[in-house]
């Protein structure tokens, strides 16, 4: 060990190394083991504590300290200017920076940019594109169906789908309504122009696409897509998958394929994973067009036909715990355009002036009781046409409900409306499809308002009649249906969910 060579400066050097000696050990303490080389200056002889030294050899050309006791004093002061000089620059350090300038660096926003989940555009590669796929993205799972039936039919088929791709943790893409009910030669109308696409979303919880959004409406490439069969498992009149003009508009063919023999949705639903696939993979047919035979596709899962379909029951629509209706129909509201238009006709009908307030069209609000009790009206939906097959070889006379029977329902219900909600309600709207102008005159005789829809299709197009009477329908704070008329299904569920939930009338 070599000697130590000790100056005037020890002192100052002794109280730093002490003061990191004791931070590491807890708590002072002297050193008293004489291995410490500070020993000697708190303890023993000059010889003691230098043992290798010759006894007449000074450590200093200055004389030693002869006070010890002053010493000492000097050392522990210089140990407590150390301690508070140290606690002194933190404790300066942190009163200077505040908790915000350690973690906020300048020009850095405080807010974080909130995502929209459900914003469309975040689940395609961009603008629609000539073929489908392109615009995919291959990290996101996609499912679609077509319809085939009536309009409100074709609405309900929709609702499956939607409520198939909540189940299956899929992006449900819509296609257009086609024109089925009022002529093949009309145009068809967008998913969206009819209902608030966005609405639906935050109701749902899900992002929902249309076609339209996917591929260019003006696309000549014709792809094609495996879908699952559903229509020949569940009927026994047709042999082949159900026909629908939508793959003709979208430039899609279909190589059809078989599956399960049970439409229901979570039998379909198996299909959307791996091991149900798996099962229930068979032979595919060839599609119309290019003869192609495909597998359903995987990653846009696809069904020919969801109108058939049920969670406990057939036609469960009209049914309370219908978890079709329960976690999307009711979310399907219309688009502030054709409320707007609606409530132009309620307005010419009950002859409202401009500027007064109108019976409530809108569904927006939860609740029409701000509205005043002369401005509330009654909807009537009363389907004769194709109905009458209904009828077999009973009368249409006695088979349809009549004029007197109509109004002793709407007299029930406006008795349940004043005893139950303490509402008063004389204005009634009928919607029909008849056209026999004496039935018309009965309807006038009671007091009750026709649509006028003459320049409606003109003014808009042909869809426009029925949809401003569906949102009519859906708009009064009571509803009288035709029973099996899935119009007036749908009608009595959105007054129900919107307006009166204890609405259940059906003529």
Known sequence: ????????????????????????????ALPSSPSSPYYGHFNGSREEQYPMLPSDETLNKYSPIPNRPRRRYLYLGCIGLAITSTLGYFAL????????????????????????????????????????????????????????AGWTNDVMTYINLIYL???????????????SHIGGDKPTIDFGEVFDVKRLSQGTGIPVLEWNQVKNR??????????????ESVQDHEAYPR???????????????????HAYFWALASLAFPEGRQENLKPPLAS?????????????????????????????????????????????????RLEAIADSYVRRTLGTPEGSPTPPVSTSSSSDDS???TQKYIGIHVRHGDFKNWCGQVPIADCFASIPILARRIDEIKTELRESRGMTVDHVIMTSDERDESWWQQVAEQGWYKVDHSGTAERYNAWYPVLIDAVIQSGGVGFLGTDRSTMSILARR??????????????
């Not at 060990?1 to 002072?28: T, Y």
């Not at 899929?170 to 086609?178: A, E, S, V």
Request: hydrophobic letters at 35%.
């Open 494 to 507: 959105r007054v129900q969910s919107w307006r009166n939930e204890d609405l259940d009338y059906f003529a």
């Open 1 to 28: 060990m070599g000697k130590w060579n000790v100056h005037r400066s020890e002192p100052a050097l002794h109280a730093l190394m002490f003061l990191l000696s004791s931070s590491m050990q807890g708590r002072p």
């Open 243 to 261: 026909r629908s003009v939508v793959p003709n508009y979208l430039k899609l063919v279909i190589p059809h394929f078989e599956h399960d023999r």
């Open 93 to 148: 350090s942190v009163s200077r920076t505040t908790p915000a300038e350690i973690v906020q660096e300048p020009g850095v926003e405080k807010a974080i940019p909130k995502v929209d989940l459900l914003d469309p555009s975040l689940y395609l590669n961009g603008p629609p594109t000539r073929s489908f796929r392109e615009n995919l993205r291959p990290d996101a799972k996609y499912i679609t169906s077509w319809i085939s």
């Open 371 to 373: 509205q005043p009790d």
């Open 165 to 179: 791709a909540k189940i299956t943790d899929r992006i449900p893409i819509i296609p257009m309504f086609t024109p």
């Open 288 to 336: 119309p067009t290019h003869h192609v035979l495909l597998p359903p596709d995987e990653q846009l899962l696809c069904y020919d036909y969801l109108y058939y379909v049920c969670a406990h029951q057939p036609f469960e629509f009209e049914f309370d715990y219908s978890p079709a209706w329960r976690y999307v129909g009711q979310y399907l509201r219309w688009t502030p």
């Open 218 to 231: 003006s696309s000549d490439a014709l792809d094609e897509l495996g879908c699952w069969n559903t229509w």
